[in-house]
């Protein structure tokens, strides 16, 4: 009995050490977006936060972590990264398929499409 309860203890203070660092993420973003306009940081930070996503297989948040970055870039042609010789639409093109393995490991589609068939269903019934 004694194993239980410690393995539940260690899931639960896992948890609460996870949306720790969830919140101390999300916050040092705040503060670098908007306090004091620090462009690399805040981006630095957006890949911290999409890593302990995916660390902890939450894999849709990861996607829509990796949409806070995709939505500051263009579709433009201008080289974002010299050394890579990286168009900005380029990166954000990437970006986007990363988000897409993200919401496919996540189920995202699974889930999407359970709701419209059972959407489906019911409109059908109710006709």
């Given at each position: 009995?004694?194993?239980?309860?410690?393995?539940?203890?260690?899931?639960?203070?896992?948890?609460?050490?996870?949306?720790?660092?969830?919140?101390?993420y999300?916050?040092?973003?705040?503060?670098?977006?908007?306090?004091?306009?620090?462009?690399?940081?805040?981006i630095?930070?957006?890949?911290?936060?999409?890593?302990?996503?995916?660390?902890?297989?939450?894999?849709?948040?990861?996607?829509?972590?990796?949409?806070?970055?995709?939505?500051?870039l263009?579709?433009?042609d201008?080289?974002?990264?010299?050394?890579?010789?990286?168009?900005?639409?380029?990166?954000?093109?990437?970006?986007?398929?990363?988000?897409?393995?993200?919401?496919?490991?996540?189920?995202?589609?699974?889930?999407?499409?359970?709701?419209?068939?059972?959407?489906l269903?019911?409109?059908?019934?109710?006709?």
């Amino acid at each position: 009995m004694s194993i239980i309860i410690f393995r539940i203890l260690s899931i639960a203070s896992g948890f609460k050490i996870f949306r720790g660092l969830t919140h101390v993420y999300v916050s040092f973003q705040n503060f670098y977006k908007s306090d004091i306009d620090k462009h690399d940081m805040y981006i630095r930070y957006i890949y911290k936060l999409k890593e302990l996503h995916e660390a902890s297989g939450n894999h849709t948040e990861a996607a829509f972590t990796l949409l806070l970055h995709a939505e500051l870039l263009q579709f433009s042609d201008s080289i974002i990264s010299e050394d890579k010789n990286l168009a900005e639409w380029e990166l954000k093109e990437d970006l986007y398929k990363q988000m897409i393995d993200h919401l496919d490991q996540g189920k995202v589609g699974v889930f999407l499409d359970q709701v419209k068939s059972r959407s489906l269903s019911r409109s059908s019934k109710g006709s």
